[in-house]
């Protein structure tokens, strides 16, 4: 790696990476909680702890030190006393899926609103695509039940007014009427449908055996990424004015989605996730 920069001693390169609070991860300018490679060079050079820096050579000391700029983001700790246990058994049916049938992951996304989205997309120069800022709810909403099928990468999904055990129970009658004759194995939260003694007592019946994720450990299941790239590509930047418009561009990214899928192997191979033997005291 290149050194930081000409004209900074490693004194001075020192000094800039101590202003790094360790605690908590941050650079000490009290004015700010968000600092931009201008603000910090400023104020290193009003504490004197250079004379002048430029913001390419302050980017290589932070660089060099291992400090990069993070997004900060919620973390809900779990207070499941089994969530070790939950997560290896999920970890496990992705790493070896068993011989005897086949790992799902089922989730709802939702709610499915008409509005409009902010996004991202290409243009013309200097002509922004404008999306109208107020909208009414008289369309109501609608909520998607979706299986994202392990062996083959593919989504399979319903779109319902509803997302209760009884739409639940259908989607899983659906999924068992497409695999007879094999076991399967769905992996799903804690959310209360899923556990409803319908479900429940139809799911042993059928050879379906629910694998209930940790609480708080949605983030475990493999279909979330699957929504977020939908969220993504299909939804954000649009304006729907109908739930069939809408429900008809869900439909169109989810057969260009299964057309192109391929089985899903590798869950998270190097995440720190994989050694923990307790939950971590401060996950977050």
């Avoid at 109208?132 to 998607?144: P, Q, W």
């Avoid at 979706?146 to 739409?167: F, H, N, P, S, V």
Wanted: one cysteine or more; glycine letters at 6%.
């Amino acid at each position: 790696m290149a050194g930081p920069g000409r004209g900074v001693s490693a004194g001075q390169t020192s000094k800039v990476l101590g202003s790094q609070n360790p605690e908590r991860g941050q650079i000490t300018i009290t004015a700010f909680s968000t600092w931009s490679l201008s603000k910090l060079a400023d104020h290193l050079i009003k504490q004197k702890v250079t004379a002048a820096i430029s913001r390419e050579t302050l980017r290589r000391i932070l660089r060099a030190g291992k400090i990069s700029w993070k997004t900060t983001t919620t973390w809900k700790a779990s207070t499941g006393p089994e969530f070790i246990a939950k997560m290896h058994r999920v970890l496990a049916l992705y790493d070896t899926p068993p011989a005897d049938g086949r790992v799902i992951c089922v989730d709802e996304f939702g709610p499915l609103n008409l509005m409009p989205r902010k996004g991202k997309a290409w243009g013309p120069v200097r002509r922004p695509r404008r999306l109208r800022a107020t909208y009414n709810r008289y369309g109501g909403v609608m909520h998607m039940l979706a299986a994202l099928d392990l062996a083959t990468g593919k989504l399979y999904y319903r779109i319902r007014k509803r997302k209760r055990w009884r739409e639940f129970l259908g989607l899983l009658r659906a999924l068992r009427a497409r695999w007879p004759g094999e076991k399967v194995y769905v992996v799903l939260d804690n959310f209360s449908p899923h556990k409803h003694a319908e479900v429940r007592t139809w799911a042993a019946d059928n050879d379906i055996e629910l694998v209930f994720l940790p609480t708080y450990g949605s983030w475990l299941n493999w279909i979330e990424s699957e929504f977020a790239a939908l969220r993504y590509f299909a939804l954000n930047g649009t304006d729907h004015r109908s739930h069939d418009e809408q429900n008809a561009a869900i439909a169109s990214y989810v057969r260009w989605h299964n057309a192109n899928a391929e089985p899903k192997t590798a869950f998270a191979p190097d995440s720190p996730i994989r050694s923990w033997t307790e939950y971590p005291a401060k996950a977050a």
